[in-house]
């Protein structure tokens, strides 16, 4: 997701810099080189030895005659974005004032001036999240295109974002926004159908497959809208479903508003008659008339015949041409844009073996399902 991105990661005075070791091996997880940058009260909580370690490089501490904030940030600078994580109150006010009293400041009123991307990432006290000054700073800097990722309101304090939504924000900052001014809905993860009301008919899908492709679309400047039973995502808005008639109901609410439809779901065919009472164990002569449930897809073509609409097929079948057989079939079926083919073996694991399917033209992508999304996601926006 940031393969190749160069990161200043500046690190401030919060009791959330402990956090930095972990967030810099996350950054350079998914491809970043990064470079910490840090003030002189973030030194009492955080070693720059602990960020040397983490980013496998020198921690710029101080400003010297070498002017490390220009040779960072500045025009034609080493850096493609500059993160400031944590943010505290002190620094988003100075930055907001040009003041220039540390490195993070002094790097940050540099990128400024340069047109360098910044994003930040808050946290402090909730009574200093508050305060009438430092919202107005917020402001003023997202008025300079300056990125904030909310921290999370707990226990009286704006904490830190977590690692995952730092990066994504990192991401769609230094990503090229070819899906910007789209809406794009995807549903993702299984579907559960309730027997009665504790039993259930389900199946293995994990929805990492749809976050992702909805996490790409996001990084390249998408409205995002995902639909599953999964957990709230801070880049997203969020429609918790749980079975296949109220995943269909919650898409049906939002194509109408949306540019584009991800179908990644892997949604329930069949439900049942759902018992008001559990069922006894000890009935062994039990039953289930499974009844088919409307086909997602077709039902939004009835609605919205002009949506782009991107289609995904699993199969058990090992044979290479059955799977692109049937999601030919399926693209033919239901005029979609194109498909995602893959084995139903991928399901639960963080890796994937699929092909894109577009009439006779197929691509195939082996590796880690954060490339497949990325991949859906650019392919996406040649159709929208």
Known sequence: MLQGVQVALGVCGSIAAVKTVE?????????????AVTTSASEWIINPWSLQYATDNPVVTELTGAVEHVELCGRDGWADVLLIAPGTANTVGKMAAAIDDSPVTTCATTALGADLPIVVAPAMHEPMYDHPGVLEAIDTLEEWGVQFVDPRIEEGKAKIATEDAIVTETARATTPDSLAGSTVVVTSGATTELIDPIRTLSNRASGRTGREVARACYTRG???VIVHDGPDLPWATVEQVESAREMTDAVLDHVADADA???????????????????????TDLTLDLTPTPKLIDTVRETAPELPVVGFKAETESDHEAILDQARRLQQRADLAFVVGNRASVMESEETHAVLIDGDNTEEIEGLKVQLGGRVADRLATVV
């Open 261 to 283: 439809l991800v179908s990644a779901a892997a949604i329930s065919d069949y439900t049942v008659e759902t018992a008001s009472e559990k069922i006894r164990s000890s009935q």
């Open 222 to 224: 998408a409205d995002v």
């Open 23 to 35: 967030l810099a091996h996350e950054l350079r997880r998914q491809g970043a080189t990064v470079r």
